[in-house]
């Protein structure tokens, strides 16, 4: 099937966080068109929705539990898409896996320990460590004017102090949307095998990966890196699922996985979202699904080269980072010459548009704007005609 990606669906009144929390997020401006948080403005494959229907036609919504073949299935997407043997058995499902992330880090580190993040960084990962009472450990990424890159030098010596026990890594990187090649995630393994320094991986993103680059699991690299990596996967961002709340926890070390079993007893992660579990299963089951992830991939990589296209002919100040993942991409603003608030100020109140702001992802952020491009293309042109405007009356 073909899916029409450019048709505009109005989101107003659906409760959508996006479009209706505007006025709790932006309240200088609840009516600025929302270019932010991490879900698209696309209908999710029809299998999927098939699915929910019909799990919704039973009128009972009890507890529910995810089925044994939602495992065997992630174990074959794993397979298939990133060329890891995941026993099915090693699978956990969570609401999420930014609860799930927090309970990683109550699970693996005592309170007072430190873990490692990379900032700029998807910012519930400083929030998780700061919430469970342990120590924000920041292995600053490095801009070398056009892509970012792991401070290795640092990295060790931070893996290197007992005290840090885990690092989180997000990959695909969020916002700066790098993909890490072999030779990468090998430096980073080694790192840690090295140093006994847990791998938490976040490849929430994965599945969104532009024809140039190849992604590759960590724990795929070897059965010895797999033994340190706890790896949270989920069909949200591949399919639009993410107010069904399911994700994957993936976990070959047994001694790790029981921890954080624990964890999630103590927590309550276990019970399922049972519109999520019905999701989940069409998601990796339809080869649909899959079609649409293929088309997707090619609808997005197109919104990137108007963008791209279009800020180099009308605003060539503002500089859109080539991306190698997902539709969040990262835009450099700094030569502006705005401070942040400014900055801020410029987007949301002159131009009218909702991004997240750059200094909210941590490091270096600050000077760039993270934009959403999971818009029909007419959505991503009318606000990047709204950014022209201000940014002509402005005179940059
Ligand atoms: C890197 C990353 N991890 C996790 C999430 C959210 O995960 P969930 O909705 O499953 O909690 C996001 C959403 O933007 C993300 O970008």
Redesign the pocket.
Known sequence: MNYNFDEVIDRNGTLSYKWDARDINFPENPNALPFWI?DMDFPCPEPIVRAVQKRAAHPIYGYSKVSDDARALIAAWEKKRNGWDVDPGWVDFTN????ALSAMVAAFTEPGDGVIIQSPV?YPFRESVENNGRTVVNNKLLFDGEKWNINFEELEELAEKPENKLLIL?HPL?PVSRVLSVEELQKIADICLKNHVILAV?E??SDLIFRHCRFYSMAALSREVEQICVVAT?P?KTFNI?GL?M?AIIIANEELRKKFQKEMEKRVLYIANLFGAAAFEAAYADPECEEYLEQLIDYLWENYLFLDAYLKENMPKIKCQKPDATYLLWLDCRELGLGNEELQKFCLEEAGIAFDVGEWFGGDGAGFMRINIGCPRSILKQGLELLKAAYDRRNF
């Open positions: 991490a999420g896996v930014v609860p998807y997000c969020n976040d929430i993103h989920a949200s993410a709340q994700s």
